[in-house]
Structure formats: C-alpha cells, structure tokens
C-alpha cells in the first residue's frame, strides 16, 4: 500500500467530539456496548482485554488503540492495578474511503508518542475552557490526532521506529501539564517519574536537551503568553495560574521569551499585529 504522502488529498473535519479520560480501579471492566464512533484510546498504565465483535483484543500500557462505529466491544481492565486511559470520540458524517483503508491497514494498537500524549492533554484541558471557539478547536484536534495516527501507523509497518520516550520523562511532563500553578521542586518531580532526582535530569537533557526544572518554566510562560493572548484575565492572575510567585517575575519571563512586556503581547495580539 502506498503512504498517505503518496495520495490525494481528502479533507477531515468531524462532525462531534468529545473528550474524556477516566481511572479504572484493578478488575475492572465496562460493556457490553455498541461503538457509537470512532474513538481513540490512549493507555497510559494498567492493560486493556477487549472483546469486539467476540474477538480478542490487547493492549499494555503505553498504548494506543483505534476503534471503529458498529461493533460490540466488552472491555476488562488490568486485575492488579488500576488502569488509566483518555480517549477522543470522534463523529463523522461520512468516513472518506481512502482514510477508512489506511486505519484498517494499520496494526490494531501502536506505541503511545509523546506527540498524541501532547494533544490528548490538549483536548481534555479546553473542555473547561470558556472560548466561543471550543467545539472546533477540539475538532480540529481530534483530526490532527487521526491523521497523526495514519501517519505513526504506516511508520511503524515500514519499520521506521520513533525514539521512544522514557516513561519517567513522558510521566513528569504530563505532571507539569496539569499542575503548572503549584510550587514544584526537583524532588517533586522525581517522586512523580519514580526515579531519582540526577536520574531525571540526565534523562530530560538526553530526550529533551534541558532540564525538568528549565521545562517547567518554559510551559509556565507558554501558558502564560497563550492566556495574554487568548483571555482578557489580568496579568496578576494569569501570573499566579501559570505557578509565578509575582507579576513581576511572569512580565521579565515573557519579555525575555517575547520581546514585548504583557500588555503590549497582548495588544498587538489582539490587533492582528
């Protein structure tokens, strides 16, 4: 089969999505039920038996998992340990061809990389976002990640294996992710990639060239500038979402990542500029 860079363009765009991301305690299990949509599985611990159509699937942690509309899937969850999974249920009007005969082709599960981890994390967070645009934002996510799915799949079956990611480096970045606004140390971090604290320096300046601490603070202004320019909130209390002791300290971190103080990021932002 030829890869998708090799065909003709199709457009991709769903009619529903919807997010969501949930722990299941050891032993457990959830159907049976009939697939409403497409629906990408992301497991990031604990193992996955699912039965579809009485066919047996698997799926260990760090995983990835394509499910198609119409089935009966029973699903049974690690017996030992609790499983953590988030998904995208995607609805579309009319599936193109040419994309249903790429997923099928692809093997039923692929490695979890860190770039569909990023847009899970994306996903899940706007869906307490007050944006006007929210609905097509998280559309145009969920196909970035089916599209990224074709294109990770057909990678994998020609061979080409991505680096993967240490889990401890996969484990803390999404850490930081969700806990930008508290005070995290060094050990903190460590505690949560269940390594030590040199350990995950060298591994984050091998995968990552910087240091746990050097991310953090780069996703703290990153955030930061995003909310500038896409909320009205006022500099005091995006400083302090984004884990900043003062305003002061967030306004010298966005000039010296910008160019630009706060307010005037956020004016040419907002002018179009």
Request: proline residues 7%; aromatic residues 8%.
């Given at each position: 089969?030829?890869?998708?860079?090799?065909?003709?363009d199709?457009?991709?765009?769903?009619?529903?999505?919807?997010?969501?991301?949930?722990?299941?305690?050891?032993?457990?299990?959830?159907?049976?039920?009939?697939?409403?949509?497409?629906?990408?599985?992301?497991?990031?611990?604990?193992?996955?038996?699912?039965?579809?159509?009485?066919?047996?699937?698997?799926?260990?942690?760090?995983?990835?998992?394509?499910?198609?509309?119409?089935?009966?899937?029973r699903?049974?969850?690690?017996?030992?340990?609790?499983?953590?999974?988030?998904f995208?249920?995607?609805?579309?009007?009319?599936?193109?061809?040419?994309?249903?005969?790429?997923?099928?082709s692809l093997?039923?599960?692929?490695?979890?990389?860190?770039?569909?981890?990023?847009?899970?994390?994306?996903?899940?967070?706007?869906?307490?976002?007050?944006l006007?645009?929210?609905?097509?934002?998280?559309k145009?996510?969920?196909?970035?990640?089916?599209?990224?799915?074709?294109?990770?799949?057909?990678?994998?079956?020609?061979?080409?294996?991505?680096?993967?990611?240490?889990?401890?480096?996969e484990?803390?970045?999404?850490?930081?992710?969700?806990?930008?606004?508290?005070?995290?140390?060094?050990?903190?971090?460590?505690?949560?990639?269940?390594?030590?604290?040199?350990?995950?320096?060298r591994?984050?300046?091998?995968?990552?060239?910087?240091?746990?601490?050097?991310?953090?603070?780069?996703?703290?202004?990153?955030?930061g500038?995003?909310?500038l320019?896409n909320?009205?909130?006022?500099?005091?209390?995006?400083?302090?979402?984004?884990?900043?002791?003062?305003?002061?300290?967030?306004?010298?971190?966005?000039?010296?990542?910008?160019?630009?103080?706060?307010?005037?990021?956020?004016?040419?932002?907002?002018q179009?500029?």
């Amino acid at each position: 089969m030829k890869k998708w860079i090799e065909t003709n363009d199709v457009v991709l765009w769903p009619e529903a999505v919807r997010f969501g991301d949930v722990v299941y305690p050891p032993g457990g299990a959830f159907g049976p039920r009939i697939q409403p949509t497409i629906e990408l599985v992301l497991l990031h611990s604990g193992e996955m038996t699912v039965w579809i159509d009485g066919v047996r699937h698997y799926a260990p942690a760090a995983t990835i998992t394509l499910l198609f509309p119409g089935h009966e899937e029973r699903f049974v969850f690690a017996a030992d340990s609790e499983t953590h999974h988030s998904f995208a249920h995607i609805t579309l009007e009319h599936l193109p061809p040419l994309v249903e005969v790429h997923l099928r082709s692809l093997p039923w599960s692929l490695p979890l990389s860190t770039s569909m981890t990023d847009l899970m994390s994306r996903g899940l967070s706007l869906r307490t976002a007050t944006l006007s645009t929210v609905q097509p934002l998280l559309k145009a996510i969920a196909a970035q990640m089916l599209w990224r799915y074709i294109g990770e799949g057909e990678r994998l079956l020609a061979g080409e294996d991505a680096p993967q990611t240490h889990p401890a480096v996969e484990q803390v970045r999404k850490y930081i992710q969700n806990h930008l606004s508290e005070a995290l140390t060094l050990d903190d971090l460590a505690a949560v990639g269940a390594v030590s604290p040199s350990h995950l320096i060298r591994l984050f300046q091998v995968e990552l060239n910087t240091t746990p601490i050097a991310y953090l603070w780069e996703q703290r202004v990153a955030q930061g500038i995003d909310m500038l320019e896409n909320t009205g909130l006022p500099v005091g209390i995006i400083a302090e979402r984004c884990g900043f002791q003062t305003s002061y300290h967030f306004s010298r971190r966005v000039r010296l990542a910008t160019g630009y103080a706060p307010l005037s990021l956020r004016r040419r932002a907002w002018q179009g500029r």
